[in-house]
């Protein structure tokens, strides 16, 4: 008999292995895993046991059979306690051991749900404790316990597909085991959850093949976030359904009558997906209530640039070594604060006579963004000019003419490093690269504010504000994180509305440079 391993393990007590063999009838089990078969002796023999291996390998089993075993061989009642990490496995384990063994008038399996700092009371079925509900706890994701047969060989074939190079979607000559596995057992997780709360058969081909996938991710997803989960985590998981149907349509494309096509439908809900849920991650990330521990609130950044300003008028009849620094602060700071740092690139690529233009008629500048190397985004968003706020028309002169520029040699205007003590002139032919531009910025932050905040961090600051109750303009909120999200599909989309952008971001402007005024 194939059980024949499986008795053979538990003991030669007849009444054991009429028991045991009727119980794996039921489970439908027949030949004991690798698993099983290193587990078991010991755990039937009452030995302390470690045991790790992949989902669906048969891990329950391998404890829940013993322990079943022992109570036949006493003859009396056995007792023993599995702790789960979540309630979605207990569940779980509990369906299962009833289908080994059914519930009796001498025996049952008991769920209880054990109290947590912060999470759901005790008791059975986690009843109310003390007369009252507990805050409900982080819920796991579900996971397939039970794979049959035609599903586990999917999961094989889909673990070889993936280690090929040819089906990697990223650098590297290989998918590492650990990226299928970690695949398989997110594509285990949906199919849990499908099958436990949408009766769905778990089967690869028929989830993640269906034209239906996405409102099944969809659903999943809104579960997963119930549970807390982040945006981040979320598009972790559609990462690894797109492997996952992207194998369903390339062994469907493999069994396919020659010059047929197979549909892609899938696949790209799954990436269409992917890329909205990670614009969602990228705002939960800037405006979560964890700020980086080097972190400035927009108030703090303008109290910076004043303070900055108000050095720079009290000591710039001195001059000596220390002038130049502090006139650089003083530009520096009033430039990222009036023109609001939502284009990355414009303040560090600054160049005379190309971006930043002077306007005769008024004695002021012009930001020009226009050429297509203005900024990171220039090519997407297209041309665009604005007059640069009076604020910093005069500091900017007056850098101008401390570091010797001319709009003829198109220079580039931030740049600081060779004036110190009179030494040698800086190179203002080529701009700061991003990371020594990025420490510049901080260096200036800790002399005026004593936080080196990033220029990206700089960013979240400004964008933090206007989303928040200090600024009043609820239309400007609601455009805002368009307006400041920079993407090639959001600028090819059909809803893209170029006009709008530049409205919003004219409307940015002039939010910042009203609040700025109030910190002179």
């Not at 990223?170 to 398989?184: K, L, M, Y």
């Not at 930043?356 to 190397?373: M, N, S, V």
């Not at 599909?489 to 893209?496: E, F, M, P």
Request: contains cysteine; glycine residues 8%; positive net charge.
């Amino acid at each position: 008999m194939t059980e024949d391993a499986f008795l053979c393990m538990l003991g030669g007590h007849p009444h054991v292995q009429v028991s045991a063999a009727s119980a794996l009838e039921r489970a439908g089990v027949e030949t004991p895993s690798i698993a099983q078969r290193a587990a078991m002796p010991a755990i039937a023999r009452g030995e302390n046991v470690a045991m790790q291996s992949h989902t669906g390998s048969g891990k329950t089993l391998a404890y829940v059979l013993p322990l079943l075993a022992t109570r036949l061989k006493r003859g009396v009642p056995c007792q023993a306690l599995v702790v789960c990490p979540s309630r979605d496995v207990a569940t779980q384990l509990r369906a299962g051991v009833d289908r080994l063994w059914p519930p009796q008038p001498t025996s049952a399996v008991q769920l209880v749900l054990g109290a947590t700092e912060g999470g759901v009371g005790g008791g059975s079925e986690g009843q109310l404790q003390g007369g009252r509900a507990k805050k409900k706890t982080r819920v796991a994701p579900y996971t397939l316990m039970d794979i049959p047969p035609a599903l586990q060989r999917e999961l094989d074939s889909f673990a070889e597909w993936r280690l090929k190079p040819i089906n990697r979607e990223r650098d590297g000559v290989s998918v590492e085991p650990a990226t299928a596995a970690g695949n398989r057992a997110d594509a285990l997780r949906l199919l849990g959850w499908l099958k436990s709360e949408k009766n769905i058969a778990p089967s690869l081909g028929g989830v993640f093949g269906s034209e239906r996938l996405d409102q099944a991710v969809q659903a999943f997803v809104e579960h997963l976030r119930a549970c807390g989960r982040t945006y981040a985590t979320c598009a972790g998981y559609i990462r690894s359904f797109i492997a996952v149907a992207r194998f369903v349509h390339a062994a469907r494309v493999a069994r396919a009558p020659r010059g047929s096509v197979v549909s892609t439908a899938a696949v790209d809900a799954m990436r269409r997906a992917h890329r909205q849920i990670m614009q969602q991650a990228r705002l939960e990330q800037k405006f979560s209530a964890a700020k980086p521990k080097a972190w400035l609130d927009w108030p703090a950044v303008l109290t910076a640039r004043a303070r900055a300003v108000s050095q720079y008028e009290l000591r710039k009849e001195e001059g000596g070594p220390g002038a130049r620094a502090r006139l650089f602060d003083a530009a520096l700071l009033t430039w990222l604060t009036v023109v609001p740092p939502d284009r990355v690139g414009v303040a560090r690529k600054l160049q005379l006579g190309v971006t930043l233009k002077p306007t005769a008629a008024t004695g002021g500048f012009e930001l020009d963004l226009r050429t297509p190397d203005a900024h990171k985004t220039a090519a997407l968003f297209g041309p665009s000019t604005s007059p640069v706020p009076a604020a910093a028309c005069a500091l900017l002169r007056a850098w101008l003419a401390e570091a010797g520029l001319a709009a003829a040699a198109e220079p580039y205007v931030f740049v600081l490093g060779g004036g110190r003590g009179g030494g040698a002139a800086v190179d203002h032919s080529e701009p700061l690269g991003a990371s020594r531009w990025t420490e510049a910025v901080k260096a200036v932050l800790k002399r005026q504010a004593g936080v080196p905040l990033a220029p990206k961090d700089l960013r979240s600051s400004f964008i933090t504000f206007l989303l928040s109750e200090a600024n009043p303009d609820e239309a400007l909120k609601k455009a805002v994180a368009h307006a400041m999200r920079h993407s090639p599909a959001q600028q090819g989309s059909a809803a893209y509305d170029k006009e709008a952008a530049e409205r919003a971001w004219a409307s940015a402007v002039r939010v910042a440079g009203a609040v700025a005024a109030r910190f002179a």
